[in-house]
DNA sequence: GAATTAATTGAACGTTTGTTTTATTACTGT
DNA sequence: ACAGTAATAAAACAAACGTTCAATTAATTC
């Protein structure tokens, strides 16, 4: 046998990526082998090289889409408000959010790093830390105008995008807390952790009074 | 040739699992070939075997040699003090001490749980649970008796363990901060986080106050 | 309907993998 | 000095690895 009837460049591509994720996030970059990837799509190893030349330009292309696909959307979901505090729930909610939909490129893109050769690694690191400055700008904003308490900029921005980042270490969507819910609490969380004043935290939670007051109950435990 | 001069089985051993740490640590369990093992501990591959009866084995061991370590220090660090907020504290404090100190088999032991089969993973998961336990129950006590005010007690712990852990991704023990500065600075964050009143906060920062003002200056930024 | 291009197969290549077996040497107790 | 045990080397195994290549079929173009 030889070409499928019905087979297609594009359609195959993005079967490999979306296999390429799910194995490599459950099993790691190391432990699927081609042929094991090529099963999942349903195609023989040998086809894949039609689309990525080496098994780390597989890698490498998945991982520079999560990482400029998480920075376009902070880009799109940055709010006009230059107020720091509503900057910073924006970026929480976001991060939040695009890590619970992207779980599987989340995990390839933070644990699978040292798989990739020093030049790409390096071209993915220079994405991560462009999106890490806009939270540490935030952050420094906040102090500087008073409304925000931090210490140490650059160590609690680490920290937060440690805390966020490890939702999806626990959070499956089918069970006890909806992603709204998760991230009203990560909110209040983040909003303590930089010493976000009374009027700060205030502000944010009438914007979002709705969702606060018809969770309530289900937060409690 | 055979045995060697000066060979002697627990030193191998200690060196085994010290050159896999290293290893693994940085490659991944999976990149780290039985070969390149038993080269960086100068032996030949088939004198692993003698020690652990698979690469598994070997991995297994690491993993529950951290877990238990991790316990044993807890154990000896917790104090006697009922107070939540100074067992919190303490937690946060030792947390931080263990992880820094041994960042090569922390990094494995959160990295390669995938690796283990399915009786081993649950036994890890195991510990990791009994230790994580700890912590909850600290939060549950402090928010009962109103000294903290935590939403959500499951969600609030993996929230702190997440951040705390994550100072072994940047933490490098010879720039701008010291362990102790990186302590001080998470402490303060977690008290925040937990809506630790005033008085828990001032309570801590005195028993520890010689820290805080000695290092103020270097933790500006 | 013939020529061209796109997509894939199947077999093969040389390496490397985890592991086993056997033989050999160093050390220990008598 | 000798027997017994501990520690290792060296060679070999089958299986799996990433990757390449030529052949083959489906779709498209003219």
Do not use: C
């Amino acid at each position: 046998m030889a070409r499928t009837t019905g087979s297609d460049g594009e359609k195959t591509q993005a079967a490999i990526r979306s296999a390429a994720l799910v194995l490599m996030a459950r099993h790691g970059y190391e432990a699927v082998s081609m042929r094991a990837l090529a099963n999942e799509v349903g195609v023989q190893a040998a086809a894949l090289y039609r689309y990525f030349p080496t098994k780390e330009d597989l890698l490498f292309a998945l991982m520079r889409e999560h990482m400029e696909g998480l920075i376009s959307a902070w880009e799109a979901a940055r709010p006009v408000s230059t107020d720091p505090v509503a900057r910073l729930a924006a970026y929480v909610a976001n991060h939040i959010r695009f890590h619970i939909d992207r779980r599987h490129s989340t995990h390839v893109s933070n644990m699978e790093l040292r798989s990739l050769s020093r030049d790409r690694l390096s071209a993915i690191l220079k994405l991560r830390t462009a999106y890490e400055k806009a939270l540490r700008t935030i952050l420094r904003d906040g102090t500087e105008q008073g409304v925000l308490a931090v210490d140490d900029i650059g160590l609690t921005a680490m920290a937060i995008i440690q805390m966020i980042t490890g939702v999806i270490v626990w959070f499956r969507p089918d069970e006890r807390l909806s992603v709204e819910q998760v991230t009203e609490t990560y909110l209040t969380m983040t909003m303590r952790l930089v010493g976000a004043g009374h009027d700060g935290n205030r502000a944010e939670d009438d914007k979002r009074q709705g969702n606060v007051h018809e969770h309530a109950e289900l937060r409690a435990r």
